[in-house]
């Protein structure tokens, strides 16, 4: 079942970076799970997923997050928290794990999936991407923070994605130094509230025919 | 009007990167509007939209393209394309737009904007992502992609986002050298073929509780 036009369009609009969560409000389980499937089944080039998404419901850990965020309050507030993390590298056991799990998944003998393991390798390895993996890997999870926004947004959930946040601070505290994952995005959702002001300012976009061009 | 979990779910499954699209079948103008709305709308970093969104529609220029992208014929087949550039760069005159835009849309005075623009301007000048702003644009531009994508799905639209393109045949062909544009990613959207074998085999993830680590 695909969704209205009018009803996407309005909710493309409703959405925007919040401010004020309503702490008394809570994502309810059965909703968090269709946005934690936005984020495991995002898209990502050749399908690598070269990412890690930590949920973080310890109360004093999300504390110590948002010392590590300028002290922002949707640290604490929000119902939810998931930390985005890209994987530093990509090598070729990472390859070849995906490789082995298309032969299972799609029940297609190791040796069809050959030829798709050498033209990867050699992207990997000598590609455009080649020379900064980590800034590729980086891009893949981005396409994934903005399904999750996305999805997000048509379920009626608020969410305040940061960039600007101490991010050695934060793969200190979510155990991630000495793995292959590295923080990239810190995202608190849960519940615009009532008394947030920016809920209602117009959103600011540069003039639509300035967004697009015609060829 | 929000969406069911179930058809949310659904569509996010229903998705895939479209190898074969129907080329008898149109994307209806008005669910292209709404399509474009998702990336004009899309969130970025401080709101800078550092990005171009260029709709291909001349038949001989999406053949040129399609040399330039592997030969690959959703290039011609697919009912829409458009490319997505990010910015090369981002100097004081983009900041200063977005502060001008800011003030007139949400009707402030520019000066109630300047500690916004002097930490926008500190951010940019020497925040981490001043090391390479290309990078950190290029990052904002994948957001709109994913927004894009989940977009599509959401309307019962496929796509299949392309990396592995000649990029410098696109900046040529589309007009980019010597702007502050610079391709990242050329989208094809339509309807998938019947005959497009990968859209009913199943998807290739992780298992779930690898994608995700609780804290």
């Known amino acids: ?17 919040t401010k004020q969560f309503d702490p008394a ?72 794990r995906l490789i082995a799990r298309t032969a299972e998944l799609r029940q297609q003998p190791l040796a069809n999936l050959d030829g798709y393991r050498k033209m990867l390798s050699g992207f990997v390895q000598g590609g455009w991407a080649s020379k900064d993996l980590a800034a590729w ?25 940061m960039e600007g946040i101490d991010m050695a601070a934060y793969d200190r505290l979510l155990g991630l130094d000495g793995t292959p994952f590295t923080t990239l995005c810190s995202v608190p959702l849960g519940y615009r509230h009532a008394s947030d002001k920016y809920a209602t300012l117009p959103k600011v976009r540069m003039p639509r025919e300035a967004a697009f061009e015609r060829r």
């Open 137 to 161: 890997n980086a891009r893949q999870v981005y396409i994934a923070l903005g399904q999750l926004l996305t999805t997000a947004a048509m379920l009626g959930i608020d969410a305040c994605p």
């Open 25 to 96: 409000r809570t994502i309810p389980a059965e909703t968090w799970q269709v946005l934690e499937d936005s984020l495991w089944l995002a898209p990502s080039s050749f399908g690598l997923q070269p990412w890690k998404f930590l949920v973080v419901d310890t109360p004093a850990l999300r504390q110590e997050l948002r010392k590590a965020s300028w002290n922002q309050a949707q640290l604490t507030e929000a119902s939810k928290l998931v930390v985005l993390a890209g994987r530093r590298s990509i090598d070729q056991g990472d390859i070849d």
């Open 1 to 17: 079942m695909t969704m209205p036009l009018a009803a996407v369009r309005a909710q493309l609009q409703w959405r925007y970076a």
